[in-house]
């Protein structure tokens, strides 16, 4: 069964970098089955997909975060992370990550989603 955790510090301070690690189990990072992706959503609106990662270490971002965004793993302990550097108030946001069955429609697997905060 695949599971995803995301960890990190829930609190960030404005001009500051927001980093997350998003812990997979039950599926392998490095083989070409799935793709890897931070989105995220604040109360009341849609998702917004922030980024990806794949089996061979390539990634894409959304392009109104690339400048701000790296998505980047560990495969040893079977870890990727999200950086998003000069954070904001308007950050504040719930951050998932998910999996996705490579090619499907939709992302098979989700984390709980927990909420970050941007201060000052």
């Known amino acids: 069964q695949v599971r995803l955790q995301e960890s990190g510090p829930g609190l960030v301070k404005s001009s500051q970098t927001l980093s997350l690690i998003c812990s997979v189990s039950?599926?392998?990072?490095?083989?070409?089955?799935?793709?890897w992706h931070w989105v995220r959503q604040a109360p009341g609106k849609s998702l917004e997909w922030v980024g990806s990662?794949?089996?061979?270490?390539?990634?894409h971002y959304n392009p109104s975060l690339h400048s701000r965004v790296t998505i980047s793993r560990k495969t040893r302990v079977n870890h990727f992370s999200l950086e998003l550097r000069s954070a904001s108030p308007e950050d504040t946001v719930v951050y998932f990550c998910?999996?996705?069955?490579?090619?499907?429609?939709?992302?098979?697997?989700w984390g709980k989603g927990p909420l970050v905060t941007v201060t000052s």
């Open positions: 998910a999996g996705r069955i490579r090619y499907g429609a939709r992302m098979d697997y």
């Open positions: 039950g599926a392998s990072l490095v083989v070409p089955d799935y793709d």
């Open positions: 990662i794949a089996f061979d270490d390539d990634t």
